[in-house]
């Protein structure tokens, strides 16, 4: 849960606590449950004839704050301004967040931490990943750079590193290429392999994974299997590249492709 106020523009989740005739007041959820209003002429474009056609009690929805006055204690909110896919991705942020906040739960019973400094540490963490679910996404990845920045005692970044193995998948994409590898040489087989496996002997990093498979002469298959689609395809191109001029340094030819229907028949 964050102190302090909104930003107008922000994307905020809230719980509607209250359906009147003229709009609908809601808790924010991330803001100690602060009352904001959602006007009828922001609940939804055009006419609206029956508010709870749009919300009703108990509903988690998400809004865009519109003005804040702390003053007054008056946080007015749009619902029409919120699109579907806002929608969403504001509330599996704030599902991650609530997530995170449980796990540092965890490590705050581990290593012993008082619960006011266990709030110290989320602002920390708030402050410097911008929300809590980021460092057990570094943590799982092994990026450190920045955990180690915020001056956490030892025992506290190993629980949260335990935590993170624990619980954090880390996201990743499965891709696949071909490549093609003639060498017209007695003992091209051979070298066709060696090849191969000079290609893939490299450490690729954290999270990643290459394996080579035959397909069919002269035909094999790159898969790759790394955290983010940019990476995945570098991989897979630079292996297949090693693999052709190892080939090529003894005679034979070599072409890649990147998916199967490009991959005609090579001689």
């Given at each position: 849960?964050?102190?302090?106020?909104?930003?107008?523009?922000?994307?905020?989740?809230?719980?509607?606590?209250?359906?009147?005739?003229?709009?609908?007041?809601?808790?924010?959820?991330?803001?100690?449950?602060?009352?904001?209003?959602?006007?009828?002429?922001?609940?939804?474009?055009?006419?609206?004839?029956?508010?709870?056609?749009?919300?009703?009690e108990?509903?988690?929805?998400?809004?865009?704050?519109?003005?804040?006055?702390?003053?007054?204690?008056?946080?007015?909110?749009?619902?029409?301004?919120?699109?579907?896919?806002?929608?969403?991705?504001?509330?599996?942020?704030?599902?991650?967040?609530?997530?995170a906040?449980?796990?540092?739960?965890?490590?705050?019973?581990?290593?012993?931490?008082?619960?006011?400094?266990?709030?110290?540490?989320?602002?920390t963490?708030?402050?410097?990943?911008?929300?809590?679910?980021?460092?057990?996404?570094?943590?799982?990845?092994?990026?450190?750079?920045?955990?180690?920045?915020?001056?956490?005692?030892?025992?506290?970044?190993?629980?949260?590193?335990?935590?993170?193995?624990?619980?954090v998948?880390?996201?990743?994409?499965?891709?696949?290429?071909?490549?093609?590898?003639?060498?017209?040489?007695?003992?091209?087989?051979?070298?066709?392999?060696?090849a191969?496996?000079?290609?893939?002997?490299?450490?690729?990093?954290?999270?990643?994974?290459?394996?080579?498979?035959?397909?069919?002469?002269?035909?094999?298959?790159?898969?790759?299997?790394?955290?983010?689609?940019?990476?995945?395809?570098?991989?897979l191109?630079?292996?297949?590249?090693?693999?052709?001029?190892?080939?090529?340094?003894?005679?034979?030819?070599?072409?890649?492709?990147?998916?199967?229907?490009?991959?005609?028949?090579?001689?």
């Amino acid at each position: 849960m964050t102190k302090g106020w909104p930003n107008v523009g922000e994307l905020v989740v809230c719980t509607v606590t209250k359906v009147v005739d003229f709009g609908a007041f809601v808790a924010l959820d991330e803001y100690d449950n602060k009352e904001g209003l959602i006007h009828i002429s922001e609940v939804a474009s055009g006419w609206v004839k029956y508010i709870r056609d749009h919300v009703r009690e108990g509903q988690k929805i998400v809004c865009k704050v519109l003005d804040v006055n702390p003053k007054r204690g008056h946080i007015d909110l749009s619902f029409k301004d919120v699109n579907e896919h806002q929608r969403r991705e504001t509330i599996q942020l704030w599902k991650n967040d609530q997530k995170a906040s449980k796990w540092l739960q965890f490590v705050a019973d581990d290593t012993k931490i008082p619960p006011a400094e266990l709030e110290t540490m989320k602002d920390t963490i708030r402050d410097e990943f911008g929300n809590l679910y980021a460092i057990f996404e570094d943590a799982v990845k092994g990026d450190m750079r920045t955990i180690n920045k915020l001056g956490f005692p030892q025992n506290v970044v190993d629980a949260i590193l335990k935590v993170a193995h624990d619980n954090v998948k880390v996201p990743s994409v499965d891709i696949s290429g071909y490549v093609d590898l003639i060498c017209p040489v007695s003992n091209g087989i051979d070298i066709i392999k060696k090849a191969l496996k000079a290609a893939n002997a490299g450490d690729a990093g954290e999270g990643i994974v290459v394996e080579i498979s035959y397909v069919g002469a002269p035909r094999y298959r790159i898969r790759v299997v790394a955290p983010d689609y940019k990476k995945a395809e570098n991989i897979l191109k630079n292996t297949a590249i090693q693999a052709i001029e190892q080939v090529k340094k003894h005679g034979g030819e070599g072409e890649f492709h990147r998916h199967m229907e490009e991959a005609k028949s090579f001689q």
